[in-house]
C-alpha cells in the first residue's frame, strides 16, 4: 500500500475538499532534494497516520495553479486541512524530531469533532 494518495487538480476536491476529518498534503517539486526527504520521514510515520488522516501529495510542478491557490511558494511545504479547510501551513524540510513534534502538536490542535471523526478511525497516541 502506497503511504500518499496522489493528488492532481482532477481529484484533489474528491480527495481532500470534500473529506471528512484531517488531511496533510505534502506540496514536493521531484527535483527537490528537500522534498524527497521530507517525503522519505513522511512514509516512514504513515503507519502511525494513517489512522489519524489522510496523507497525500501534490506536484508543484505539475499543479502550479492549485498550489498556489494555497499560497505554497516553494516546495516542501505541508498543509493541513480539517474537514476540507486549509488550518495550517508548514514549508520547508524539518528534520526528523522536529516532524514528529510538530505533527504531534497539529494532529493534538485540530483533532477532528465527533461529527467529522470518520467511524472506524481509531484514535491513537503520539506518533512514533
Known sequence: ??????????????????AHGLSLVCFYAARSAASRNLQKELSALAPALSARLKLARLNVRKEQ????SYHVR????????????????????????ALRAKLDFLLE??????QE????????????
Not at 493528488?7 to 480527495?15: G, S, T, V
Not at 490542535?109 to 465527533?114: F, K, L, S
Not at 471523526?117 to 512514533?128: E, H, I, Q
Open 65 to 68: 495553479r492549485l498550489a498556489a
Open 1 to 18: 500500500m502506497k503511504p500518499f494518495v496522489e493528488l492532481d487538480a482532477a481529484n484533489f476536491d474528491r480527495e481532500i475538499i470534500e
Open 109 to 114: 490542535q485540530y483533532a477532528p469533532t465527533d
Open 117 to 128: 471523526r470518520v467511524p472506524s478511525a481509531p484514535r491513537g497516541g503520539a506518533v512514533p
Open 74 to 97: 516553494s516546495a516542501p511545504a505541508l498543509v493541513l486541512f480539517r474537514s476540507g479547510k486549509a488550518v495550517e501551513t508548514v514549508s520547508g524540510n524539518l528534520p526528523a524530531d
